[in-house]
């Protein structure tokens, strides 16, 4: 395999794309933290914060998903845990 057909291969899993985009967004939230001095501003580096931590714990449940038991209920926090992202950015 070319190195071309390799990073398409890997960047058509959905899961990868959500580790590069926790990266990105942990890089984020580091430059704001140190950049943002004021205290209103820093909430936005706040959020970035919480946001990357959320995706993290979606990651990391997503180990569960194989279990029998686990499995659907992990399903349906990821379902919940996006509908109150859009809850959250909407307002």
Known sequence: MNTRLKIKNYFSDTWNRLDQMMYFMLVVAIILRYVLTDDYEFEWARNVYA?????????????????????PKVIMIRRMVLLLLCTILHK
Do not use: A, S, T, W
Request: hydrophobic residues 50%.
């Open 51 to 71: 946001i990357n931590l959320v995706m993290y714990y979606l990651r990391i449940l997503q180990f569960y998903f194989v279990e029998k038991r686990l499995g």
